[in-house]
C-alpha cells in the first residue's frame, strides 16, 4: 500500500526528493500530487454552500443591446443572481495596456462570445439554463472582420480602429541589392488550448472584499484590475494562485475573474466557476492573426543589404496586449540576421474578431513564418544552400538588430543552426514502414508510393522579458529558520504564477545553491503578503523572480556572515561563505547554518528590475529589449501530396538556453514547444465565418496528438548571459517560434509548393494544382 | 444587482417537499450507488444527466479524473469502468450503477500504478500536470494488457490523451522506463 | 431491474434484456436510450440534450453479442468499436475492424457502440461507409414492433432516421462477401479526428461485382453505383487485375457521385478530391490484397 506509514517512504517521487542545486535535474516540488491525482487545480475548489456560476455570452458578432430582461432567470428555482454591465460598481472596462474591454456588454458586442451577463445558482445546470433564459434583445450590426478593411472603417469603439502603428527606419532606405525576393504570407489565429480550462472560487470575506482562488499567469495585474471595477481598494481584493493547468499566454488577461468577484459578492456565497471547453475557446485571447509581405535584398554573395516589410495583425474586438505583440513582430521581422537597412511598416487592428493578445512567441511566430520563408527564397534565387545562407548572415554579438539596438549578451545563431543540422537524418521511408505511421495515420490512407520526404530548417529571434521602457521586476522574499531537530529550513515567498513551466523546481534549486539547505518550501503564491512577480510569461520567470530569489538569498547570506562576524568579534570581510556554513578566514573556525540560525531566523526581501529598456522612437530605434533568445529547427516530414496530409517525422534543434538550470524541464519545454509550432505549421487554427467561431472545441480544433508528435533530438546551446542569473535565459517560447516554420519549409521541399500560409491545409497541397 | 431573495442553502428533498416553489429546476435521481475504488458510495438529489466524471468531482471529492473537455476528445478524465478505460465525461452516472469504478486515486491507493507515476516524475513528464491522471490510468491499462508493446502501439494506445505541456517526448520515455524495468524485474 | 430509486416524474431504467428495454421504454414514453454515452453524454454537457429519463442499454448481454457465420456476420448493437476491431470480427469485417480503429479515442472505442453509429447517423459515422457498401441490414425493435431495414433505408439524411422516438437498434447484419476490403478515413490530425471523407472498397469475386460507399461527402453514405457498375465490367476477373485508367476512372466516378459541403472541416473541393483519391486507392489495395 503506497500511502500506508511503511519504514520507507516508497511514494512515487519519494526516491528522487530533490537535493539538487543549479544545473542538477531536480524534481518537481508538486510532481507527487500530480501523478497521485491529488494536486489542486482550480476547477478542483469547493467549499460549503458553494454556487455555481455561468457566463452568458453573445451569439452575435456585433450587435447593438436593446435590452437585457434577466428576470426569467431569476424566476428559475436555485438561481441566485444574476449580475450585467449595470452591476458593476467600478471602472466598467478592463485590459492589460488600456482598460478599453467591458466587464459585460452594455450597449454594443464587438464579438462572437462577448459576456453580456452572469449567474450564479445552486447547480451548474441550473445555472446554465438561467444563462439561457435571461432575455437579451440584439439588433445585429454588419461586422468588420477584415484588418485592412478596419482601417478604413468606421470605429468599432470610442477608441477607434488602429491599435497601434509602428515604423521601423533602419540604415540607408533606398539602399538596393542585385537579388530580390519578396513574398505574401498568412498566419492563421491559434488558440493556447491549455488543458485546464479557466475556472475559480470566490469567496466574500468579513471585511466586506473578496477572497479569489484561481489559475492566471499574473496575480497582481489581476488583483488590480478586479480591484478597479469592484470599485474597491487593492487590499481588499485577496487572490491566491489555484492550481493552474496550462497557461502559454491565455491566462494573462482577465477572463472570468471579475464576473465571479461580481457574483460572490451580490449572493454573500462562494461561487465557482468553470469553463466548459467550447466557452474556454471564448474566454481567452488568442494568438494573432497576421497578414505579411516582405522584400529581401541581398548581394549576390548572400550578403543582407535590406529587408522591407508590411505587417497586419488582426487584434480583434479589444487591445489586450496588442502593441507589445506588434513591437515584438516589427522588432523580429528580419529573423536572426545581420540587416543593415530596414523599413517595416506593422500595424495591429481592431476588428470584430475574437480578441487576440499573448501567446507563446508573442509577435516572433508570425513573422518567422515570413522571414523563413524569405530566406529559403533568396538561398534559391542566389543558387545557395539555405543553411549556408543563413549561417552567412547570422547575427552575433556586438551586431545591431534593425532597431539599432545593439546585443551585447550572447547571439549564439550559428552554434544553434550547426547543431540543429548536426543530429542525424531519420532512415528514409520504405514500403515496410506500419501504414499507421505514415501521412494520414490511424486513417491508413497512404502507401509507400504516395509518400514524399521533405526536409527544412527554420531559424528564429525573440526578446526575453518585457521590453520598451516596461518597468519589469519580481519580488521575493526569503527566510532561513531552524525547524524541527535544528535543520535549516528555507521558505520561498514570491507571487510566481506555477503554470507548469516548472519554476516552483528553479526556485527551490536556486536557494539550494545559494544557501547550501536542503529543505526548500515555497509559499503558496498570492497578493497579501509579497509585492508583484510579474507574469509567467515571455520566457522572463528564471532571469527574474530567479534573480530576485538568488538576490534575497544573497542578502540572507550577508547577514549570516554579520551574525558569525559578530560572534568572533572579527571583521565580516574575514568571514567567508562556504557551502552551507561560514568559516573564518583567519583561525579557520567554521559556524554550521544550524548554529547561526540558533539566534532565530533571517529574512530578505528583494525587488529585481531587469536593466531598464526604452520605448522605440519614431523611426523604431532604441534599446528596447533586455536580451534576445535564439533556437534554430530542422524538421522533416513525409508528406502525401495527392491527399495533402502531413507526418512530422523528426524535429531536431540547437536552443541557445544560456545555462541549462535544469536540463530536464528544459528538454520539456523545448519538446511541449515544438508540439505546439507543428500544431500551428499542420493543424491549429481557430476557424472564423464572419467573425464567427466555428470550432470551439477539441473535437474541431486539433492539437497535436501522440500520432503527430515526432521524434526530437535537442541540443542546449550555452553560452552563459552576462546579465542573467547563473547566465540563464528563457527557454520557453523559442522552441514554438521556428519550429513550425521548420516544418513548412520541409513540406515545401517535399511538394515544390509554394505554400504560404501556416496552417498548411490539406487542400492548400492537394489541390495546389488547380489553385495556380 | 438584482437577486434571488431566497439565499437558502440547496434543501434536502423533504425540505423542498415543504417548499414546492424550490423545488430543483432540473431532473432528479433521488439516490443511487456507486462502486468507487473498492468502496460503495451514495449520491442523492443529483441531476439526472450528471455524468460519471461530474458525481466523481463534484459529489464524491475524487477530483483525480479531470474536466479539460467534458466531450471524450482529451483523456484527461480517463476512469476504468469495470476495468475498461474510458472517458468519464461521456458515462452518465446512473448508467454507471451496478458497476465498478477505479480512479487515479485507488490506482494510487493499490499502488499499482506506483512505478509508472514515479517513471513520469523521473522522465520530466509532468509539467501543469492536468493531463497526467489521464495519462496515469491510460498507461497502466496499457501496460497490463500489451507490456512490450513498441513505440507505434503505444502512441497509438496514447492518442487519446492530449498533454499541451510537454509534446509528449518525456511521457513516452517514462513509459519505456517502465517497460524496461518490469521486463528486467521480470514482472 | 435497476439500482437507482426515482424522483418525482424521473426514470433510470437499467435492463439487464432487450424486453425489458423495450418494456421500460414503453412505459416511460418520454426516456431516451443511452447505449456507449459517447455522443449522448457530450450532448448532455454541452446542454444540448436533457434527458427527462433514460433507459441505459450497456447491461442488455444481447445487445454485446456478435456472431460469425459463413454467410453473414450479426453484430450486436452494443458491440463497441474495441470490439470490432478484434478477434473473429475483425477477421471477418476487416474493413470494419480497420474503420472501428479510427473512431475518436482508444477510451471511446470500449464505449461506443455500433448501434449509437448508426442511430445516430452522422455522415461522418465512421462505420457507415461499410455497411452501406455491404448492404448491411438493421434489426429493430419498438413496443410491441419488431422490424428490419437496410442501412440506406435506416439512415435518411444529416443525424436523421427512420426510427421511431421509442424504437431500438438490436443488431446489425452483414452480410460475408469472399474478397478483400478496404477502409480509408482522411483527417487533418493523425488520430483521434473527425472524417473529412472516407472511403469503404469492396470486391465481391463471386458476384465479380466492385462496392464502395463514402462518409462525410454527402448528408448520408455515398454509394457510387455508376462508378461500381463501370469498374465492375473493366476488371479482368480471370486475373484480378484492372487497368490503371480503369482504377483512376473509378475515382473520377466516384467523386462524381458524391454531394459534399464545405464547412469548418474542409471544402467541397477537397472532399471530392479526396474521394477520388481514396476510391482508386482502396481498390487497387483489393487488387494488390487478392493478387
New interface residues.
Given amino acids: 500500500m503506497l500511502a500506508s506509514s511503511a519504514p520507507t517512504d516508497t511514494r512515487p517521487g519519494a526516491r528522487t526528493r530533490p537535493r539538487a542545486g543549479v544545473g542538477a535535474d531536480a524534481a518537481r516540488p508538486d510532481g507527487v500530487p500530480k501523478v497521485r491525482g491529488e494536486f489542486g487545480f482550480s476547477s478542483d475548489l469547493w467549499m460549503d454552500r458553494m454556487l455555481w456560476g455561468k457566463t452568458l455570452r453573445s451569439p452575435h458578432v456585433s450587435a447593438r443591446i436593446v435590452a437585457v430582461d434577466p428576470s426569467p432567470a431569476l424566476a428559475i428555482p436555485g438561481v441566485r443572481a444574476v449580475v450585467t454591465a449595470a452591476d458593476v460598481p467600478g471602472r466598467p472596462t478592463y485590459g492589460l495596456e488600456v482598460p478599453d474591454q467591458p466587464v459585460f456588454a452594455s450597449d454594443v458586442v464587438r464579438y462572437h462570445g462577448e459576456p453580456v451577463a452572469a449567474v450564479a445558482a445552486d447547480h451548474p445546470e441550473t445555472a446554465r439554463a438561467a444563462a439561457r433564459a435571461i432575455e437579451v434583445v440584439y439588433e445585429p450590426v454588419e461586422p468588420v472582420v477584415d484588418a485592412e478593411r478596419a482601417l478604413d472603417a468606421p470605429p468599432l469603439h470610442p477608441d477607434g480602429n488602429l491599435f497601434r502603428h509602428l515604423v521601423i527606419r533602419h540604415g540607408d532606405l533606398d539602399a538596393t541589392g542585385e537579388v530580390v525576393v519578396e513574398g505574401a504570407y498568412e498566419v492563421g489565429m491559434q488558440d493556447q488550448a491549455f488543458m485546464g480550462p479557466e475556472s475559480g472560487l470566490a469567496v466574500p470575506s468579513e471585511d466586506g472584499g473578496i477572497d479569489l482562488y484561481v489559475a492566471t499567469q499574473w496575480l497582481h495585474v489581476d488583483r488590480d484590475q478586479i480591484a478597479a471595477s469592484l470599485g474597491m481598494p487593492a487590499e481588499r481584493v485577496r487572490l491566491h494562485l489555484a492550481g493552474v493547468g496550462g497557461a502559454f499566454g491565455g491566462r494573462e488577461d482577465v477572463s472570468l475573474q471579475i464576473h465571479l468577484c461580481l457574483l460572490a459578492l451580490g449572493t454573500g456565497r462562494p461561487v465557482k466557476m468553470v469553463y466548459s471547453r467550447d466557452e474556454s475557446f471564448f474566454g481567452h485571447v488568442h494568438r494573432h492573426p497576421a497578414k505579411m509581405w516582405f522584400r529581401h535584398h541581398a548581394t549576390r554573395d548572400g550578403d543582407l543589404v535590406k529587408v522591407e516589410a508590411r505587417i497586419v495583425l488582426d487584434g480583434g474586438a479589444y487591445l489586450s496586449s496588442s502593441n507589445a505583440v506588434l513591437s515584438n513582430a516589427a522588432c523580429f521581422a528580419p529573423g536572426p540576421y545581420r540587416v543593415p537597412n530596414a523599413l517595416i511598416d506593422a500595424y495591429a487592428v481592431r476588428t470584430n474578431n475574437p480578441p487576440c493578445g499573448a501567446m507563446r512567441g508573442f509577435g516572433a511566430v508570425q513573422v518567422c513564418y515570413g522571414h523563413e520563408a524569405q530566406m529559403d527564397k533568396l538561398a534559391a534565387a542566389l543558387g545557395m544552400d539555405p543553411v549556408e545562407l543563413r549561417l552567412h548572415n547570422a547575427l552575433e554579438r556586438f551586431d545591431r538588430l534593425v532597431t539599432g539596438q545593439v546585443l551585447t549578451g550572447a547571439v549564439p545563431v550559428r552554434e544553434c543552426i550547426r547543431a540543429a543540422v548536426a543530429h542525424p537524418l531519420p532512415p528514409a521511408p520504405t514500403p515496410l514502414d506500419p501504414p499507421m505511421a505514415r501521412p494520414g495515420g490511424a486513417g491508413l490512407t497512404a502507401d509507400h508510393a504516395d509518400v514524399r520526404r521533405g526536409v527544412g530548417v527554420a531559424v528564429s529571434v525573440k526578446n526575453v522579458a518585457y521590453s520598451e521602457g516596461f518597468d519589469d521586476y519580481a519580488t521575493a522574499r526569503v527566510r532561513l529558520e531552524a525547524g524541527v531537530g535544528g535543520e535549516p529550513v528555507a521558505t520561498v515567498v514570491a507571487a510566481t504564477a506555477e503554470v507548469g513551466q516548472g519554476f516552483v523546481t528553479v526556485a527551490q534549486q536556486i536557494v539550494r545553491e545559494e544557501l547550501g539547505v536542503v529543505d526548500v518550501l515555497l509559499a503558496p503564491a498570492g497578493t497579501n503578503d509579497i509585492g508583484s512577480a510579474g507574469s509567467s510569461s515571455a520566457s522572463r520567470q528564471t532571469w527574474m523572480s530567479g534573480g530576485a530569489i538568488q538576490l534575497a538569498c544573497a542578502a540572507i547570506r550577508r547577514q549570516l556572515i554579520a551574525r558569525a562576524a559578530a560572534s568572533w568579534g572579527c571583521r565580516e570581510d574575514s568571514v567567508e561563505w562556504g557551502a552551507g556554513e561560514v568559516v573564518h578566514e583567519g583561525t579557520g573556525e567554521r559556524l554550521g547554518l544550524a548554529a547561526l540560525l540558533a539566534d532565530g531566523a533571517v529574512e530578505a526581501e528583494h525587488e529585481h528590475h531587469h536593466r531598464p529598456t526604452v520605448p522605440l522612437d519614431a523611426d523604431g530605434q532604441g534599446d528596447a529589449h533586455l536580451s534576445v533568445m535564439v533556437a534554430a529547427h530542422r524538421a522533416v516530414v513525409d508528406v502525401d501530396p495527392g491527399l495533402g496530409l502531413v507526418k512530422v517525422v523528426q524535429v531536431t534543434t540547437g536552443q541557445d538556453v544560456g545555462r541549462a538550470l535544469n536540463p530536464t524541464q528544459v528538454t520539456g519545454q523545448i519538446e511541449g514547444g515544438i508540439a505546439q509550432g507543428i500544431g500551428l505549421a499542420v493543424m491549429e487554427e481557430i476557424v472564423l465565418d464572419e467573425g464567427r467561431v466555428k470550432n470551439p472545441s477539441f473535437t474541431d480544433y486539433l492539437v497535436p496528438t501522440t500520432l503527430d508528435m515526432p521524434a526530437v533530438a535537442a541540443t542546449l546551446v550555452e553560452e552563459p548571459e552576462p546579465d542573467a542569473p547563473y547566465g540563464a535565459k528563457g527557454v520557453g517560447e523559442p522552441p514554438a517560434i521556428s519550429s513550425g516554420p521548420a516544418v513548412l519549409a520541409a513540406i515545401r521541399d517535399a511538394t515544390g509548393l509554394a505554400l504560404s500560409r501556416a496552417p498548411v491545409r490539406p487542400e492548400d497541397i492537394a489541390l495546389a494544382g488547380h489553385q495556380a | 444587482?438584482?437577486?434571488?431573495d431566497t439565499?437558502r442553502?440547496?434543501g434536502r428533498?423533504e425540505e423542498l417537499e415543504e417548499e414546492p416553489?424550490?423545488?430543483?429546476?432540473?431532473?432528479?435521481?433521488?439516490?443511487?450507488?456507486l462502486h468507487v475504488n473498492g468502496a460503495a458510495r451514495t449520491v442523492e438529489e443529483a441531476?439526472?444527466?450528471?455524468?460519471l466524471l461530474?458525481v466523481l468531482?463534484?459529489r464524491l471529492?475524487l477530483?483525480?479524473?479531470?474536466?479539460?473537455?467534458?466531450?471524450?476528445?482529451?483523456?484527461?478524465c480517463?476512469v476504468l469502468?469495470d476495468d475498461?478505460?474510458?472517458?468519464a465525461?461521456?458515462?452518465?452516472a446512473?448508467?454507471a450503477?451496478?458497476s465498478h469504478v477505479e480512479?487515479?486515486?485507488g490506482l494510487?491507493?493499490?499502488?499499482v500504478a506506483?512505478d509508472i507515476?514515479?517513471a513520469?516524475?523521473?522522465?520530466?513528464?509532468?509539467?501543469?500536470?492536468?493531463?497526467?491522471?489521464g495519462f496515469?490510468v491510460?498507461v497502466y491499462d496499457l501496460l497490463r494488457r500489451r507490456p512490450d508493446a513498441g513505440d507505434?502501439e503505444?502512441?497509438?494506445?496514447?492518442?487519446?490523451?492530449?498533454?499541451?505541456?510537454?509534446?509528449?517526448?518525456?511521457i513516452?520515455e517514462a513509459v519505456r522506463a517502465v517497460q524496461e524495468e518490469r521486463s528486467r524485474a521480470g514482472v | 431491474m435497476g439500482e437507482v430509486e426515482r424522483g418525482a416524474d424521473v426514470r433510470v431504467a437499467l435492463p439487464t434484456t432487450v424486453d425489458e428495454a423495450v418494456d421500460a421504454m414503453a412505459t416511460t414514453p418520454e426516456a431516451q436510450y443511452l447505449a456507449g454515452g459517447t455522443d449522448f453524454c457530450v450532448e448532455v454537457s454541452f446542454g444540448l440534450r436533457r434527458p427527462p429519463a433514460v433507459v441505459c442499454l450497456r447491461r442488455v448481454a444481447e445487445l454485446r453479442r456478435a456472431e460469425v457465420t459463413p454467410t453473414e456476420v450479426v453484430i450486436g448493437a452494443g458491440t463497441t468499436y474495441a470490439d470490432m476491431g478484434t478477434g473473429a470480427l475483425a477477421d471477418a469485417l476487416p474493413a470494419l475492424a480497420a474503420a472501428a480503429r479510427t473512431v475518436g479515442s482508444p477510451q471511446i472505442r470500449n464505449a461506443g457502440t455500433i448501434g449509437g453509429n448508426v442511430a445516430t447517423a452522422s455522415p461522418a459515422g465512421d462505420t457507415l461507409p461499410l455497411l452501406r457498401a455491404l448492404d448491411a441490414r438493421v434489426k429493430v425493435r419498438g413496443p410491441g414492433t419488431e422490424r428490419e431495414m437496410g442501412i440506406d433505408e435506416l439512415v435518411t439524411g444529416v443525424k436523421r432516421t427512420a426510427l421511431e422516438p421509442q424504437e431500438l437498434v438490436v443488431n446489425v447484419r452483414v452480410p460475408r462477401l469472399d474478397g478483400p476490403q478496404q477502409f480509408l478515413k482522411v483527417g487533418t490530425r493523425n488520430a483521434m479526428v473527425i472524417a473529412i471523407a472516407s472511403a469503404a472498397v469492396v470486391l465481391d469475386l463471386e458476384a465479380r461485382r466492385v462496392r464502395a460507399a463514402f462518409g462525410s461527402v454527402g448528408p448520408v453514405p455515398i454509394r457510387p453505383l455508376e462508378a461500381e457498375d463501370e469498374l465492375s465490367d473493366a476488371i479482368d476477373w480471370g486475373r484480378l487485375s484492372a487497368s490503371e485508367a480503369a482504377v483512376s476512372r473509378f475515382g473520377e466516378l466516384a467523386a462524381r457521385a458524391c454531394s459534399p459541403i464545405t464547412d469548418h472541416r474542409s471544402t467541397a473541393a477537397y472532399r471530392r478530391r479526396a474521394v477520388e483519391v481514396i476510391a482508386a486507392r482502396g481498390l487497387r489495395r483489393c487488387l494488390r490484397d487478392v493478387a
Avoid at chain 2, 47 to 51: F, Q
Avoid at chain 2, 89 to 92: D, E, K, S, T
Wanted: glycine share 12%.
Fill in positions: 444587482m438584482t437577486s434571488h439565499t442553502a440547496p428533498r416553489t424550490d423545488a430543483p429546476a432540473y431532473e432528479v435521481a433521488s439516490r443511487y450507488e441531476w439526472l444527466g450528471e455524468s461530474y468531482r463534484e471529492g477530483s483525480g479524473a479531470k474536466n479539460a473537455c467534458e466531450q471524450g476528445e482529451c483523456g484527461s480517463s469502468l475498461v478505460v474510458v472517458c465525461c461521456c458515462v452518465l446512473v448508467d450503477v451496478g480512479t487515479v486515486e494510487t491507493r493499490r499502488g506506483a507515476q514515479t513520469l516524475l523521473d522522465a520530466g513528464g509532468v509539467q501543469c500536470g492536468f493531463c497526467t491522471p496515469v491510460a507505434l503505444v502512441r497509438e494506445a496514447l492518442s487519446g490523451n492530449l498533454c499541451r505541456c510537454t509534446g509528449y517526448g518525456r513516452l
